[in-house]
T-cell receptor, first 113, second 114 residues
Framework: TQLLEQSPQFLSIQEGENLTVYCNSSSVFSSLQWYRQEPGEGPVLLVTVVTGGEVKKLKRLTFQFGDARKDSSLHITAAQPGDTGLYLC?????????????FGTGTRLTIIP | EPEVTQTPSHQVTQMGQEVILRCVPISNHLYFYWYRQILGQKVEFLVS????????KSEIFDDQFSVERPDGSNFTLKIRSTKLEDSAMYFC????????????FGPGTRLTVT
């Protein structure tokens, strides 16, 4: 059973287009993180969302946490080739003492110049 | 900007040998973690460590695995007798506070067991 499902798994779009990737679960999370991972490297933290309904912006990237804290989305405006990479969502379950991050399967994004 | 560092970047070992993977977490962080990622698969939690003891571990983290903070800066993962299926990228992470979620990851050690 996948606790965190990301969709789509693969996305290839032209430079300048907008896109949204999704991270969904049936479980409630205390917080949810988005990471970007390059091949052979560690995940790099992009943002953390904590409050249901929270929206955070990082330049052309907009992150939203669902009202029920079970899902999240990442929207990229005017995608650029430098946005190419693997995007991972990861959350910590809303259980007492739970510290581990549960990772999604990732969305591999390719921006075509 | 402070970052988590890991050594070595790549370790090749024979089945049955012991390996020690090393990490230097961010200096003012108190919580430390190990994760692994088998090629093509998800990042998986192994263990969390706080105040010189394990606070949580996954079912992957069996008796072959151990962690230690031998001094004020290093955090190590030891695999006592490696198996072929231990081949993976191993990531160390650290965070300032528990349950904060903001875990910062190192660049990883690629472990290849032959």
């Amino acid at each position: 059973t996948q606790l965190l499902e990301q969709s789509p798994q693969f996305l290839s779009i032209q430079e300048g287009e907008n896109l949204t990737v999704y991270c969904n679960s049936s479980s409630v999370f205390s917080s949810l993180q988005w990471y970007r991972q390059e091949p052979g490297e560690g995940p790099v933290l992009l943002v953390t969302v904590v409050t249901g309904g929270e929206v955070k912006k990082l330049k052309r990237l907009t992150f939203q946490f669902g009202d029920a804290r079970k899902d999240s989305s990442l929207h990229i405006t005017a995608a650029q080739p430098g946005d190419t990479g693997l995007y991972l969502c990861a959350g910590d379950l809303a259980n007492f003492g739970n510290e581990k991050l549960t990772f999604g399967t990732g969305t591999r994004l390719t921006i075509i110049p | 900007e402070p970052e988590v560092t890991q050594t070595p970047s790549h370790q090749v070992t024979q089945m049955g040998q012991e390996v020690i993977l090393r990490c230097v977490p961010i200096s003012n962080h108190l919580y430390f973690y190990w994760y692994r990622q088998i090629l093509g698969q998800k990042v998986e939690f192994l263990v969390s460590f706080y105040n010189n003891e394990i606070s949580e571990k996954s079912e992957i983290f069996d008796d072959q695995f151990s962690v230690e903070r031998p001094d004020g800066s290093n955090f190590t993962l030891k695999i006592r007798s490696t198996k072929l299926e231990d081949s993976a990228m191993y990531f160390c992470a650290s965070s300032r506070a528990r349950g904060e979620g903001e875990q910062y990851f190192g660049p990883g050690t690629r472990l290849t067991v032959t």
